[in-house]
């Protein structure tokens, strides 16, 4: 198999109070992601969101079907995005070959049965990816950075500066629940997301990269008047429970991919939280 995928189960916010450095880590941080020629991730009970990381090297890597779904094929009920992070490589996706290069990202519909991700020609493929159970089926979509709806947030006095490039939305393709974007923090800016929000109607999940080996990020989780850290480094993710606000500082600035699942599609309905009320 190459594929290797773990599950995790939700969390009360009551109890995650309690929990001390090395359990917030085991239940929310995915520390390793990128394994040679595997498919590697998380299945969370938090709206039942995989999120993982694809990494052929030498060899072609299929989308193979998963334990956990009980399904004959691993979309025959769920969609999945896709983003790469890596160098340019090939996606066949039920015999057609799509080109992805860094930073495009890929939506692929239920009921698609035959995936696999080939290496990168030059370089590394390492693709990044969110899969949500599904109840229609839409096309398959290439989206650029020239496609996405894009936000410039914040500012340097506030070392929050921003760009939000909204890849999978419903302005710019048709999914059943899935969003995914990226947000490219300005050199000089360390913060995202913040002021922070929280949105009991979706959970989410952030996965950092462009973090040069030495830095790292403070990741902070938890309800707005209960938060703790994670100390995150390139190429980790990390799973958001629906009241746990996620916002994050970095040692420099860096980019990271934000996905969310569950009840609404709207990227805009969010509880915002004055920084002043953070506990
Ligand atoms: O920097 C930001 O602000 C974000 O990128 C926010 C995320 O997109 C998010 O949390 C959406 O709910
Ligand atoms: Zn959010």
New binding site residues.
Partial sequence: MSISIQTRYSSHPEDFSMYATQEIREKFLLEEIFIPNQITGVYTMEDRLIVGGIHPVDQPVHLETIDQLKAPYFLERREIGIINVGDQCTIEVDGESISLGRKEALYIGKGIQKVIFHPAAEGKALLYFNSAPAHSSYPTRKITQEDAEVVTLGSLENSNHRTIYKLLVNSVVKTCQLQMGMTELKPGSVWN?MPA?V?DRRM?AYFYFDLKEENVVSHYIGAPDETRHIWMKNHQAVISPVWSI?SGAGTSNYTFI?G?AGENMDYGD?DMVKPAELR
Wanted: glycine residues 0%; without cysteine; hydrophobic residues 40%.
């Fill in positions: 997301t929000h949105h989410e996620h934000w969310m969010m």
